[in-house]
């Protein structure tokens, strides 16, 4: 496989998964394996190219919540929309304390299929439970659910520790891991997507930009051999899927359940637990 086509194809697949709560990384990790399964991987394959690829994706949906940023901007004096901004703030914050200290102990993110399996599956249980709670307590109707001010600081310090969790175990997903935390602490489901992903765009933004700075400055491993044009031609693709994705999802969201996704994750770690029994992944 040429390396313009693993790039579009890995391009591709971060925009569809990054904001989708069925993990990135997992999907990337799969894809990377069933692509070069019989081949040596790329060298400019790897977790400068990931990282990058996301700050891409990430950077293509910050005009779908324009208005948001429009009230962080010009009704700063509001006090819900100042909460709604330092809750925010807060959860960026926890995460990227936490993420600092997994970076100086050495953390890196382990390459191997059957955690990915794992967490997918805990995951895709966890949406189903959720769900049928919210079912329970009323049919899981998201009515007057949309004010800011049901985004307590404690969804604020659940979300920045569900985005280390996601961190430190591939397959989670961050925006899965967070909106079940959100839904499961009385956050509407539109809203809880939404602030998911706003707490994302800081946390992704400040990842890829250390990424980058350490390839040029330090000259970690990655950085001397990394093909760029391929990284920029992935994360552009990235950027655009992303977007379409995100749009979509934020419009799906406002009639529907998570289901779907909690079902996709279990289909996905079951047909992962087989190809490794079989050892053909």
Same mark, same amino acid.
């Given at each position: 496989m040429t390396d313009p086509i693993a790039a579009a194809i890995l391009g591709v697949v971060e925009g569809i998964t990054e904001f989708l709560p069925v993990s990135s990384t997992a999907h990337l990790l799969i894809t990377e394996r069933l692509m070069f399964h019989s081949a040596q991987k790329p060298e400019w394959v790897d977790d400068l190219f990931?990282?990058?690829?996301?700050?891409?994706?990430?950077?293509?949906?910050i005009p779908l919540f324009h208005h948001r940023f429009h009230q962080f901007i010009f009704n700063w004096r509001d006090k819900t929309v100042?909460?709604?901004?330092?809750?925010?703030?807060?959860?960026?914050?926890?995460?990227?304390?936490?993420?600092?200290?997994m970076e100086k102990k050495g953390f890196k993110l382990p390459e191997q299929l059957l955690p990915v399996a794992i967490a997918l599956l805990t995951g895709g249980v966890l949406f189903l439970i959720v769900e049928r709670w919210l079912a329970a307590r009323g049919g899981g109707q998201d009515k007057d659910r949309g004010d800011l001010r049901n985004v307590t600081w404690t969804v604020a310090v659940a979300v920045g520790v569900g985005q280390l969790i996601?961190?430190?175990?591939?397959?989670?997903?961050?925006?899965?891991?967070?909106?079940?935390?959100?839904? =499961?602490? !009385?956050?509407? +489901?539109? &809203?809880?997507?939404?602030?998911? *992903?706003?707490?994302?765009?800081?946390?992704?933004?400040?990842?890829?930009?250390?990424?980058?700075?350490?390839?040029?400055?330090?000259?970690?491993?990655?950085?001397?051999?990394?093909?760029?044009?391929?990284?920029?031609?992935?994360?552009?693709?990235?950027?655009?899927?992303s977007f379409i994705a995100v749009k979509w999802l934020l419009r799906y969201?406002?009639?529907?359940?998570?289901? =779907?996704? !909690?079902?996709? +994750?279990? &289909?996905?770690?079951?047909?992962? *637990?087989?190809?490794?029994?079989?050892?053909?992944?």
């Open positions: 990931n990282v990058v690829i996301q700050t891409g994706a990430v950077l293509a949906v100042r909460d709604y901004f330092l809750k925010i703030v807060v959860a960026f914050f926890i995460t990227g304390a936490g993420g600092y200290v996601a961190a430190a175990f591939p397959g989670s997903s961050r925006s899965g891991t967070t909106i079940i935390f959100s839904l =499961a602490l !009385g956050l509407g +489901r539109p &809203l809880a997507t939404e602030y998911s *992903f706003l707490v994302s765009i800081p946390t992704m933004l400040a990842a890829g930009g250390y990424k980058i700075f350490e390839a040029f400055h330090h000259r970690v491993a990655g950085g001397p051999h990394e093909n760029w044009s391929m990284v920029i031609m992935s994360t552009v693709i990235a950027a655009v899927v969201v406002q009639t529907h359940t998570f289901n =779907a996704f !909690g079902w996709y +994750r279990i &289909l996905v770690s079951a047909a992962l *637990f087989v190809a490794l029994a079989m050892h053909v992944i």
